[in-house]
């Protein structure tokens, strides 16, 4: 029972650095943009697809690479010509729709070029093997994906502490008005800060494919959780969100050890009692939502 606990909480962890990913992605969008980003599964996605036609002419590496900033690329076409345009209008429901429609409209195109079957992404030979015959499940590829998921976040509070663009994204999120004000071109700061987000989804999207191969719908299994984790972790905060993916992500894991038909369920319980017990969730701004 000790080793079927140990690997589903692993699992979860594993889950949770997919979550946590997501999550930081929503939230920097959410943040400065204001947009509520239903279309980033799609955006995991389509980063996953891109890897994988890489992968024969580039390796894992190159496509670990050079897809996400790829999907960032589109991002940056969506955001300018289409996402850019509502930010004018206050209620983010305009965005929230625009989204979600772009979304079924990505996973069609998806289907259209790369097929409705799914397909795994070949990841190097070494990163699967495992790393102790009794513990089979800690693998170099999982470990991997933890140590993808912590550098990447260091990254990121590395640029929004010690450079330029990540102090001004900063200030946007306190007070966008003032910093415009001060000459600062926030249309230019939010494009910078959309594609970071697509992104981090893209970097989420070719490590779940690594693991999980790739379907047209793989974004949607994260889409959901990847919200909770920002309730969770508290609305503004990044540190909160990273923290919301890899709770839920090892409640969901653990749960699955005990009661495997509550281990998606377990999430959605665990957001409930915060929304009761402290509306701002762990880390978010005090007096929200209360």
Known sequence: MGLLLLFNAFNGLIQGAFYA???????????????????????????????????????????????????????LAIETTLIRRLYN???????????????????????T???AQGKPLEIPQFLNQPLSSTYFFLTGYRL????????????????????????????????????????????????ANFVIGIVFAGVAGILAAGQLGLNPNMGDALIMPAFVAIVVGGVGSLVGSLLGGL?????????????????????????????????RGLMGQEGLFE
């Open 113 to 115: 070029i790369w097929g």
């Open 89 to 111: 209008r206050k209620d983010p429901i305009y965005t929230l729709l625009l989204t979600f429609g772009l979304a079924f409209i990505m996973q069609d195109m998806i289907r």
């Open 144 to 191: 991997f994906v933890v140590g993808v998921a912590l550098v990447g976040t260091g990254a990121l509070f590395g640029v929004l502490r010690f450079t330029r663009i990540g102090i001004r994204i900063r200030a946007g999120n306190s007070d966008l008005e003032t910093i415009s004000a001060l000459g600062v071109n926030i249309y230019l700061l939010r494009s």
């Open 21 to 75: 990913l997501m999550a930081l992605g929503l939230a920097l969008i959410l943040g400065l943009n204001n947009t509520i980003n239903f279309a980033q599964g799609a955006f995991m996605a389509l980063a996953a697809y891109f890897a994988f036609t890489l992968v024969p002419y580039v390796g894992f590496w190159g496509g670990l690479i050079i897809a996400p900033l790829l999907a960032g690329a589109l991002g």
């Open 247 to 279: 709770i839920i992500g090892l409640a969901s894991g653990i749960t699955t050890a005990f009661y495997p038909a509550a281990s998606e369920v377990v999430i959605y319980i665990i957001m409930g009692v915060m929304l009761v017990v402290r509306p």
